[in-house]
């Protein structure tokens, strides 16, 4: 076997068992904000998959959709993958970006409906259902 070939799957193995870790340690959080954190970009991954697949999502949000589930499977990474608690940030923008442009464009119905994770996590990244902004409510004044 090739030296370069045993050097990648070296590296394969060990990005994989990385992987393997942090999501083993994500799953012994607390439930709260740290844990809904570390199952955001998973939570990306189903919903992008389940968009893709729905036929009231317009063409423009479903390209977007897997332009960000192709740059979360690409090799290509803007921050490598194997930096601690860095390495998957820029998957995790990339995704809410897309997203955020997807959820502007699909009814609120079908976003709820394909998102698994904290409602009130896909509430922040979207904004509030009824078309409030988390940025425009006000304090009960």
């Known amino acids: 076997m090739p030296g370069w070939l045993t050097g990648v799957l070296i590296a394969a193995g060990v990005m994989l068992a990385s992987w393997v870790l942090l999501i083993f340690l994500a799953k012994l959080l607390p439930p709260g904000l740290a844990r809904d954190l570390a199952r955001f970009l998973p939570d990306c991954v189903i919903t992008v998959k389940r ?8 063409l423009r949000a479903k390209v977007a959709v897997v332009f960000a589930g192709l740059w979360v499977l690409s090799p290509v990474d803007l921050i490598p993958e194997f930096l601690p608690v860095i390495g998957p940030l820029d998957d995790v923008v990339v995704v809410a970006l897309a997203l ?22 896909l509430d922040r990244l979207v904004g509030r259902r009824g078309g409030k902004s988390p940025d425009t409510e006000t304090s009960g004044e």
């Open 51 to 58: 968009l893709r697949k729905d036929a009231r999502v317009p």
């Open 100 to 121: 955020r442009y997807a959820a502007r464009r699909v009814p609120r119905e079908v976003l709820d409906e394909a998102w698994p994770g904290n409602r009130d996590l």
